[in-house]
């Protein structure tokens, strides 16, 4: 008889010091993150289909390209519209494919996938996703894509957890997020295309350069002007002092987006580290261009946000 399992596939349990994890094939998901068996990312149960993106990787673009339409190389693509309500093509093409166990150890996960060329993106990539978990700095969470192809390949990349101060409700909860400039206003946010001219963040509600209470706030925006090194957004919850950390580099992941988790009944907000903005494919900004036999990467982590004492 042939084994059952559900959507996400079987998932695989990872374990350092007082952190545990767990990881799903389908769409190599982050389906769980905890430490001391508080949550720092929204779980997923594993007969759940993952709302609202959670967990996945999106690859091999992130966000929206507006009407699946974009011209690269001469050629015109048209992919399939997967969001009617802004008809775009959202968030890549392997977040409910099921990936390939390549490795797992008690602290250590790689899962890859062979996409092939299909119409709309006919580029062939080698991908990989590995969660590393360490007892001292969390889960690290790598991403890699190689062109085995003949043509140049237009790429994005990024990650969609919904970050957790172990299920406090996002509106006790205080963000910080170190970026000057976001794409729309707070008026316009991000999911309608087209998505609106760059601005400053300081002076508007979209402005959380410090630790901002996030009652009454919805976002869900792309974020820019991020430092160049290492950035950080934590979620806490003051009631506690405790929260979740994310880690990212601003040379990999100079975009960000910020959801604050309406379709999850606000129990958690999306940061997502991400290579380019919205319809990067589009506007060319920070799109990446893979030569065939080229190979592109990027790194995040998440880690506890412990109170003192």
Same mark, same amino acid.
């Given at each position: 008889?042939?084994?059952?399992?559900?959507?996400?596939?079987?998932?695989?349990?990872?374990?350092?010091?007082?952190?545990?994890?767990?990881?799903?094939?389908?769409?190599?998901?982050?389906? =769980?993150?905890?430490?001391?068996?508080?949550?720092?990312?929204?779980?997923?149960?594993?007969?759940?289909?993952? @709302?609202?993106?959670?967990?996945?990787?999106?690859?091999?673009? @992130?966000?929206?390209?507006?009407? +699946?339409?974009?011209?690269?190389?001469?050629?015109?693509?048209?992919?399939?519209?997967?969001?009617?309500? $802004?008809?775009?093509?959202?968030?890549?093409?392997?977040?409910?494919?099921?990936?390939?166990?390549?490795?797992?150890?008690?602290?250590?996960?790689?899962?890859?996938?062979?996409?092939? +060329?299909?119409?709309?993106?006919?580029? @062939?990539?080698?991908?990989?996703?590995?969660?590393?978990?360490?007892?001292?700095?969390?889960?690290?969470?790598?991403?890699?894509?190689?062109?085995?192809?003949?043509?140049?390949?237009?790429?994005?990349?990024?990650?969609?957890?919904?970050?957790?101060?172990?299920?406090?409700?996002?509106?006790?909860?205080?963000?910080?997020?170190?970026?000057?400039?976001?794409?729309?206003?707070?008026?316009?946010?991000?999911?309608?295309?087209?998505?609106?001219?760059?601005?400053?963040?300081?002076?508007?509600?979209?402005?959380?350069?410090?630790?901002?209470?996030?009652?009454?706030?919805?976002?869900?925006?792309?974020?820019?002007?991020? #430092?160049? +090194?290492?950035?950080?957004?934590?979620?806490?919850?003051?009631?506690?002092?405790?929260?979740?950390?994310?880690?990212?580099?601003?040379?990999? =992941? @100079?975009?960000?987006?910020?959801?604050?988790?309406?379709?999850?009944?606000?129990?958690?907000?999306?940061?997502?580290?991400? $290579?380019? #903005?919205?319809?990067?494919?589009?506007? +060319?900004?920070?799109?990446?261009?893979?030569?065939?036999?080229?190979?592109?990467?990027?790194?995040?982590?998440?880690?506890?946000?412990?109170?003192?004492?």
């Amino acid at each position: 008889m042939a084994e059952s399992r559900g959507p996400n596939g079987r998932p695989l349990e990872l374990a350092s010091g007082h952190y545990k994890a767990a990881v799903y094939p389908v769409g190599a998901a982050l389906g =769980s993150l905890t430490w001391r068996n508080r949550h720092l990312v929204l779980p997923l149960a594993p007969h759940e289909i993952p @709302p609202a993106y959670s967990g996945k990787v999106l690859l091999p673009w @992130p966000n929206r390209i507006t009407g +699946g339409r974009y011209v690269f190389g001469g050629a015109v693509h048209q992919l399939p519209v997967n969001e009617p309500e $802004t008809g775009s093509a959202l968030h890549g093409l392997v977040a409910w494919q099921e990936w390939t166990v390549a490795e797992c150890t008690p602290s250590r996960a790689v899962l890859k996938y062979r996409l092939m +060329g299909q119409p709309g993106y006919p580029f @062939p990539l080698d991908l990989r996703a590995t969660y590393t978990l360490d007892a001292e700095g969390g889960l690290l969470l790598e991403l890699s894509a190689r062109n085995p192809g003949t043509a140049a390949a237009p790429y994005g990349a990024s990650v969609h957890p919904y970050l957790t101060a172990d299920g406090a409700s996002v509106d006790r909860c205080v963000l910080d997020v170190p970026a000057r400039r976001v794409l729309g206003g707070p008026d316009s946010p991000g999911r309608p295309l087209p998505l609106g001219e760059l601005r400053d963040t300081s002076g508007t509600p979209l402005a959380f350069h410090a630790p901002e209470a996030m009652a009454g706030r919805s976002v869900d925006h792309a974020f820019t002007g991020l #430092p160049g +090194g290492e950035w950080q957004v934590s979620l806490t919850d003051p009631a506690t002092g405790f929260g979740a950390l994310l880690t990212a580099d601003g040379s990999q =992941s @100079p975009w960000l987006q910020v959801y604050s988790g309406e379709k999850m009944a606000r129990r958690g907000v999306a940061v997502e580290p991400m $290579t380019c #903005p919205p319809d990067a494919f589009n506007s +060319g900004e920070n799109l990446i261009t893979l030569a065939p036999g080229g190979e592109h990467r990027m790194a995040c982590r998440i880690s506890a946000v412990v109170p003192a004492g």
